[in-house]
């Protein structure tokens, strides 16, 4: 199992040093992996440079007095679930995993079949009145790894997770094994007109 190291944002920018002032300030995040660790950092619009490296990058607004709970962005998440697409990295894999079970939850993706394979089982999970799918692999986390998990998840998210989060983390925890998915199998949130 791999730790991550995501710190949260710190109210300064990762360029020029020089802090976030204003409330509502336009700032620039991304998340990239550095010598296999994944690094989140933020910017002042003036000294942003997209760099090559860069996993994901989005824009955001500086909140001088933070909220006590934090809404979701759930475009956000799945536009990073998306582009997360195809990376082999664990920690990237552990990431996307996560980011599917919230999406799950929201009933923005359904699971359409459990694969088992020579690189261990796999989800196939499509958008509501989509066709493509996408191939997320299972991690059974140890009930104790659960809360380092949501830690560095609300820091890359920065702020609280939410019950959202906290179910999709649970379901992680290995309590029950996805059972496998026949052609006609109920999709995960069914009942939503499709």
Same mark, same amino acid.
């Given at each position: 199992?791999s730790n991550w190291?995501?710190?949260? &944002?710190?109210?300064?920018?990762?360029?020029?040093g !020089?802090?976030?002032?204003?409330?509502?300030?336009?700032?620039?995040? !991304?998340?990239?992996?550095?010598?296999g660790?994944?690094?989140r950092?933020?910017?002042?619009?003036?000294?942003?440079e997209?760099?090559a490296?860069?996993? $994901?990058?989005?824009?955001?607004?500086?909140?001088?007095?933070?909220?006590?709970?934090m809404?979701?962005?759930?475009?956000?998440?799945?536009?990073? $679930? $998306?582009? &997360?697409?195809g990376?082999?990295? #664990?920690?990237?894999r552990?990431?996307?995993y996560l980011?599917c079970?919230?999406?799950?939850?929201?009933?923005?993706?359904?699971?359409?079949?459990?694969?088992?394979?020579?690189?261990g089982?796999?989800?196939?999970?499509?958008?509501?009145r989509?066709?493509?799918?996408w191939k997320? $692999?299972?991690?059974?986390f140890?009930?104790?790894?659960?809360?380092?998990?949501?830690?560095?998840?609300?820091?890359? &998210?920065?702020?609280?997770?939410?019950?959202?989060?906290?179910?999709?983390?649970?379901?992680?925890a290995?309590?029950?094994?996805? #059972?496998?998915a026949?052609?006609?199998?109920?999709?995960?949130?069914?009942?939503?007109?499709?």
């Amino acid at each position: 199992m791999s730790n991550w190291k995501i710190r949260r &944002l710190r109210g300064e920018c990762a360029k020029c040093g !020089q802090p976030f002032k204003t409330d509502g300030e336009r700032i620039l995040t !991304q998340v990239r992996m550095d010598g296999g660790e994944l690094i989140r950092e933020d910017y002042h619009t003036e000294c942003w440079e997209e760099p090559a490296d860069a996993i $994901f990058w989005w824009a955001t607004r500086f909140a001088v007095k933070k909220k006590s709970t934090m809404a979701l962005d759930f475009e956000l998440i799945e536009k990073l $679930f $998306f582009q &997360l697409e195809g990376r082999s990295e #664990e920690k990237i894999r552990e990431l996307r995993y996560l980011l599917c079970l919230m999406l799950m939850r929201k009933r923005r993706l359904k699971l359409v079949k459990v694969h088992r394979g020579k690189e261990g089982e796999a989800m196939l999970v499509r958008q509501p009145r989509r066709k493509q799918e996408w191939k997320v $692999f299972v991690y059974d986390f140890e009930p104790e790894r659960i809360e380092v998990l949501r830690g560095e998840l609300s820091s890359l &998210l920065d702020g609280d997770l939410g019950d959202s989060a906290d179910d999709a983390l649970e379901s992680a925890a290995g309590a029950e094994e996805p #059972e496998e998915a026949s052609s006609e199998a109920p999709s995960v949130g069914a009942g939503d007109g499709s």
